[in-house]
């Protein structure tokens, strides 16, 4: 699976299945380094592949360091996180192959077309599997055998639907078509599917993680929050599998490019790197759009009060357009988290556990928002999660609903 000595990986561009992908250009590891090559058509086009590193110039741009595998931040965003490389070192493993022996050019040769946004590489190494039907409860189940380490029949096709994922939790792309019948990934692309993320629970979630990642969607969105379109799927098994519509997919065939806070300014994921004042900083850097750092603003209060601290970088996105310029990408993985040691991964104000009104209101403040705005922001907010138990009981959240209302009222008392 490893790349022939000398082969570079090519890098393209597919914003349109029907049609080829534009070179980006060429990728070549070179004593543990990245390399990256830009091609004559990128730098021809002018469109910022990376916003904020990596401009486009002719000749060899070095990785700047060896925190991202070695790789250029804004191409580490297409490499799997857990669960997309516990599914192809399984998957590798029974091809013969070990995992360890790839740098990060090998596995992004791995991930082929099958990544988020529109990036593409090849040559593809791993060949994909038939799936005539996709049974969601079958999945799910297979995805608790690969947790536990534990032999499964579907391993080929839970690695093509899953293994570029990002994220910790199982996960499979799947795509609606107009019967509302499923097919694996990207198989009918152009021909009217919608492209979807289904999530299934890992071992140590709440039975009903599913209802409440709903219940938080429909509460996010109630609070203002920009969110693609989301449902939850009937389970025989189960309480229901989430989904949300890919909004890097944003019609049948069509794909935007899409690059993670961390792949941009090239911030770890897995430390508090980064704090909420350098979220709207790169927002307004990277967009030069007021509206844009609003909504940023906006999910950081709703983040606060709706006790979501899995808030790391790789958490929000920017998405490219076709003209080249880049927006704020909807808000994504908004569910009741607890965080790293009880805090949120990114502090407001140096705070990241006990945030209050005044943190809020001073940081805001800062970035030009004015302050009836701010509190218009966080009256709207603060609404939407004190009317947690009606989104939940819509959800059918049982099991954790009251342990999370408790939670909700105690942030909202900061508030006051």
């Given amino acids: 699976m490893k790349l022939a000595p000398g082969t570079p990986l090519l890098i393209g561009l597919l914003t349109d299945e029907a049609q080829p992908p534009t070179p980006v250009g060429r990728l070549a590891m070179a004593g543990g380094i990245a390399q990256l090559e830009w091609a004559s058509e990128a730098i021809a086009a002018g469109r910022a592949i ?69 990036l593409v590489f090849q040559p593809e190494t791993l060949g994909e599997a038939d799936s005539s039907s996709i049974d969601l409860d079958q999945l799910a189940e297979e995805s608790r055998h690969v947790m536990l380490g534990e032999e499964g029949q579907l391993d080929a096709l839970l690695t093509r639907l899953g293994g570029g994922s990002g994220g910790a939790r199982p996960k499979v792309h799947v795509s609606f078509a107009s019967d509302d019948s499923l097919q694996a990934g990207d198989e009918m692309a152009g021909q009217g599917n919608s492209e979807w993320i289904v999530k299934f629970p890992a071992l140590n979630d709440p039975a009903d993680i599913g209802p409440i990642e709903e219940a938080y969607a429909q509460m996010a969105r109630a609070a203002g929050i920009v ?34 806070l961390g792949g941009a300014l090239e911030a770890s994921p897995h430390l508090p790197s980064l704090d909420y004042d350098g979220f709207l900083r790169a927002t307004l850097s990277i967009t030069r759009d007021m509206r844009d750092v609003e909504q940023a603003f906006r999910r950081m209060v709703y983040n606060v009060l709706a006790h979501n601290r899995d808030d790391h970088v790789r958490q929000h996105a920017f998405l490219m357009d076709e003209k080249g310029e880049w927006h704020l990408a909807p808000a994504f993985d908004l569910t009741f988290s607890q965080g790293p040691g009880g805090e949120h991964y990114m502090a407001v104000e140096g705070e990241g556990r006990a945030i209050n009104r005044a943190n809020i209101v001073a940081l805001g403040v800062r970035h030009g928002i004015a302050e009836k705005r701010i509190a218009a922001i966080i009256h709207e907010v603060t609404a939407a999660v004190m009317d947690w138990e009606s989104f939940a009981a819509g959800c059918d959240v049982s099991v954790s609903r009251a342990a999370i209302g408790a939670a909700l009222a105690r942030m909202s008392g900061n508030f006051a």
């Fill in 50 to 118: 990376s916003p904020v590193h990596y401009t486009l110039e002719p000749g060899l741009l070095a990785a700047r360091s060896r925190e991202f595998d070695g790789l250029h931040g804004f191409l580490a965003d297409s490499l799997p996180d857990a669960w997309g490389t516990l599914l192809l070192r399984r998957r590798l493993g029974k091809l013969g192959h070990r995992f360890e022996d790839l740098n990060a050019v090998d596995r992004l040769a791995l991930v082929g077309r099958q990544g988020r946004g529109a």
């Fill in 227 to 260: 969110m693609a379109q989301t449902r939850l799927i009937p389970s025989t098994k189960g309480r229901g599998h989430f989904a949300t519509r890919r909004f890097d997919r944003p019609a049948p065939g069509q794909r935007l490019h899409m690059v993670s």
